[in-house]
């Protein structure tokens, strides 16, 4: 560290309390490389170990770290305080959850509307369990030939206690492009973030929120699930896709660039777009 | 004593991650075919909630044989070369075999693998493997089987689901049901911490399947994220079972300086290249050879040499002062310009992002300053090739067990792919375990809804659990709980001193004194945690309490790799003594045990010993 500090307020609150607005106020050290993460790690290292946060992976993918800094919602692992050299920061929990303790938001009521839209491949697929033949694909096409054709150990060839593939034999195909269809929506990495933006969140907390319909059209748009009716039938509800007006908040916040807004106009237009075949359907959903 | 609250379950899965999960689904599955009224329950623990788990941060592939190019022997043979003598073979086949069904079950459950353009699940080279047998989902492998295991276990986790999630909830210990050592101790289920609501409860089971992840965490520049602290490890050497060949660490030779944070083999696979100071491919001079065209990887040559080999040719060539200095250390440069910001984009874009966020470089545009970061436990509980430990009713998956499938090093997808067999092994063992030992002499709890972390509904009364049990498993969480509002030795200068300590002293390279003088200081450390501070006093998420029970946990693993590599006078493979340069001609695993004063013991047996021997026989 350099000298410099930041000014950190940090919203505390303790746990069962209903009401928030403590604030405890830190100088903390920094330098380039400080993120928001480092400085309250700082704080409950140095100054006040009772400082609840959550963290773990530092690297933006584990999705645990999500707070409000200056009432925008960032992953502070992510999130450099150098930027804020000159304001401070203000660190509060992420907006649109109950507060457990200081930073940390219940995460149980976001993990319930998830399970809630069947977030699985439909119908559930089955394996033929059992030896299997090697499955055969076409291997890796251009490197081959060349220098990897004189493997440096040859393999020592199946003897009489020769091994055997165990388990599911096979999967689908899937072309790179049928891939590309969801792949944006599989990369959400159930942050919270775009809840805390979403300003319908505020006067419908039971909406599904961005995030959870996201995920739902990740396996809709997978060209090896067949539950968009399903889905559709747990979207197309008053606190399903319906609350959402469009205002695109989560996609801007979004860590991930996961475009949680087109998931929701598609969402919206294919519960409208289904709704009779879904009045006459005769298989049962499942 | 207060009387804790009890729940029940055939089978207790600690650990959410791909081993866990995997684990939970297999009970899952069984509970899907079972009798009526006869279905299993298995309640999955997790310290944090599953989809946070550090498997999320795995990034190159899991391995598994497919293609008529490619053979299940040339797999085993791959895997047992870069195991330097130590891999347990049977282990190794047992996994190599079900690798690829565990690929295509996944594959099957809406796992986004990369393809091929003709629509099969693309492969890709990795270091150590002779044929391109890595399957991936770009760079993000273990992020997609991480979200894909979890979102199909929600299916299986409603009201009257067999996964009862305990999400948020610390394990603190195993219960036995005598003490450990006893010939007749046994696993009864463990003590937990409610998070949320802030108290213990007992959550009895006749079968524990450990899946907590490693330990690389305890050093200083790690890639390991702030969970990974060992507490399987731990619990099982409490409940005297050995840790198997905890020396060897896998120190990955490339993550970004200062954080520590992976860049993934898969660069060097895509065809990435490691230049030095000069910008030349020294690995060319430290016996990785001859040199391959660059954006043409071969094999096990240069930057796909074996990880083991690449950390230590980048401290010989910062030995030799060809690394280019920086305020963290000398780096060397992971070069991938060449490769184009289209295909960069395509296979790397986790790789790219945190090149521009956490080091500010733009890799199309310049190379990526990297240098070892501590990454892998190759060592952990000694289990068979199921799981299955030498304690009746416990058993352990994933990084935190010792299967013997890496050996002194692993090559890279391997794990990943041991996550998803050994898990699924271990949950398909502790189920047998638990319909064999019965239900602890209770009838089935909880007909209620359970409904994920709160916990409620599947208790019955502590009556219906031995009273001793009860009582034993009381006393192990006020112990625990006692610490809040003690001692006098600050936890984070403990965990800073012991990450400095491993990175000085039990790196790429070891000698006698370093080690010794490491030896000392984890000793040291472990004194000054007997008086540790817990300042804060609260019953609800207290993180300060929770994170220094698993310093606890972390200081005990640490000291067993300090003594295993202290007492291990060889060279063999991540394992590296200055001073035993060379390699002894019979193999030998290490064993640390833990007394019951705390004191710790290393032994060692040779390869190939029968896997459920009863250690300190």
């Known amino acids: 560290m350099s000298g410099q500090t930041v000014r950190l307020e940090v919203a505390r609150q303790g746990a069962g309390t209903a009401e928030g607005g403590a604030r405890d106020v830190f100088d903390v050290p920094y330098d380039e490389r400080t993120s928001v993460l480092d400085a309250l790690q700082w704080v409950k290292d140095h100054a006040d170990p009772t400082l609840t946060f959550r963290w773990s992976c530092k690297m933006a993918v584990c999705g645990s770290c999500g707070v409000m800094v200056n009432g925008r919602p960032v992953l502070g692992c992510e999130t450099f305080v150098r930027g804020y050299r000159t304001t401070g920061l203000v660190v509060e929990p992420l907006a649109h959850a109950a507060v457990l303790r200081d930073l940390v938001v219940d995460t149980d009521t976001f993990v319930g509307k998830l399970a809630a839209v069947k977030p699985w491949q439909l119908p559930v697929p089955t394996m033929p369990d059992g030896a299997v033949q090697l499955p055969l694909v076409s291997a890796e096409p251009a490197p081959r030939g060349g220098q990897d054709a004189s493997h440096p150990d040859p393999a020592p060839g199946p003897g009489e206690d020769g091994l055997r593939a165990v388990g599911p034999a096979s999967g689908s195909v899937q072309s790179p492009g049928e891939l590309a269809a969801f792949k944006g929506f599989a990369e959400c990495i159930d942050c919270m973030l775009c809840y805390a933006a979403c300003p319908q969140l505020e006067v419908a907390p039971d909406f599904l929120g961005p995030a959870v319909v996201a995920t739902a059209r990740r396996w809709d748009e997978d060209s090896r699930d067949d539950g968009e009716l399903d889905r559709a039938d747990l979207l197309d509800t008053e606190f399903g896709v319906w609350p959402c007006i469009q205002v695109g908040a989560c996609t801007q916040v979004c860590p991930k660039g996961v475009d949680p807004a087109r998931a929701l106009r598609d969402a919206q237009r294919v519960a409208t777009e289904t709704w009779e075949s879904r009045q006459t359907r005769t298989d049962t959903p499942r | ?617």
């Open chain 2, 1 to 617: 004593m207060s009387p804790l609250r009890v729940e029940h379950a055939d089978v207790v899965v600690v650990g959410g991650g791909a081993a866990g999960l995997s684990a939970a689904l297999a009970v899952a599955e069984a509970a899907a075919t079972a009798p009526a009224g006869r279905a299993p329950v298995v309640a999955l623990v997790s310290k944090v909630y599953p989809m946070r788990s550090h498997t999320v941060a795995a990034e190159g592939g899991a391995a598994g044989v497919v293609g008529d190019d490619d053979s299940l022997e040339q797999h085993v043979a791959d895997t047992v070369a870069g195991g330097a003598g130590l891999c347990e073979v049977g282990a190794v086949r047992f996994v190599v075999e079900r690798a690829a069904g565990e690929l295509w079950r996944l594959e099957r459950w809406g796992m986004p693998w990369s393809r091929f353009d003709d629509g099969q699940v693309a492969v890709r080279r990795f270091g150590g493997m002779t044929r391109p047998r890595t399957w991936f989902a770009a760079d993000k492998t273990g992020f997609h089987l991480l979200h894909t295991l979890f979102q199909t276990s929600l299916r299986y986790a409603g009201d009257d689901g067999p996964i009862r999630r305990y999400d948020e909830h610390h394990v603190l210990d195993l219960v036995l049901s005598a003490d450990p050592g006893d010939p007749d101790a046994q696993v009864r289920g463990v003590v937990v911490h409610d998070q949320h609501r802030g108290e213990p409860l007992l959550i009895a089971a006749s079968a524990v399947v450990l899946a907590t992840g490693g330990t690389a965490r305890a050093w200083g520049t790690s890639t390991n994220a702030g969970i990974v602290t060992g507490d399987g490890t731990a619990m099982a050497m409490r409940a005297g079972v050995a840790l198997r060949d905890a020396e060897f660490l896998q120190f990955h030779p490339t993550g970004l300086p200062g954080s520590g944070i992976l860049l993934t083999e898969a660069v060097r696979g895509e065809g990435g290249v490691l230049l030095d100071a000069n910008g030349l491919r020294y690995l060319a001079d430290y016996g990785l050879g001859p040199e391959t065209p660059v954006g043409e990887p071969v094999p096990r040559q240069m930057e796909l040499g074996p990880r083991d080999k690449l950390s230590q040719a980048f401290w010989q060539a910062d030995r030799d002062g060809r690394t280019i200095p920086t305020a963290d250390g000398g780096v060397v440069h992971l070069d991938l310009r060449h490769l184009g910001r289209e295909r960069i984009a395509e296979r790397l874009p986790l790789v790219a992002g945190l090149a521009k966020r956490f080091a500010g470089v733009d890799p199309a545009l310049e190379p990526v300053p990297v240098r070892p970061t501590a990454h892998y436990t190759m060592g952990g509980i000694r289990t068979d090739a199921r799981g299955a430990t030498a304690l009746p009713g416990l058993f352990a998956a994933g990084e935190c067990a010792s299967t013997g499938l890496h050996g002194a090093n692993r090559l890279g997808s391997n794990s990943l792919v041991e996550t998803l067999v050994v898990g699924r092994a271990a949950g398909e063992s502790a189920l047998a375990r638990a319909r064999e030992a019965g239900p602890l002499g209770l009838g089935r709890g909880g007909s209620g809804g359970h409904g994920g972390a709160a916990g409620a509904g599947a208790g019955v009364g502590p009556a219906s659990v031995d009273a001793d049990l009860v009582d034993r498993a009381a006393e192990v969480a006020g112990g625990y709980l006692a610490m809040r509002g003690r001692g006098s030795e600050p936890p984070a200068e403990i965990r800073a001193e012991l990450g400095r300590v491993l990175d000085a002293d039990a790196g790429i390279y070891r000698d006698a004194d370093g080690l010794a003088r490491a030896l000392a200081a984890v000793e040291g450390l472990r004194e000054r945690y007997a008086d540790v501070r817990v300042t804060d006093t609260g019953a609800v998420l207290n993180t300060d309490w929770a994170t220094t029970v698993e310093l606890g946990a972390t200081l005990v693993v640490a000291h067993a790799a300090v003594a295993a590599a202290l007492a291990r006078t060889e060279s063999r493979g991540a394992h590296q003594r200055l001073d035993h340069p060379g390699t002894d001609t019979i193999p030998v695993h290490s064993l640390a045990t833990l007394a019951s004063s705390g004191s710790l013991h290393i032994t060692h047996e040779p390869v190939g010993s029968p896997s459920r021997q009863e250690e300190d026989a």
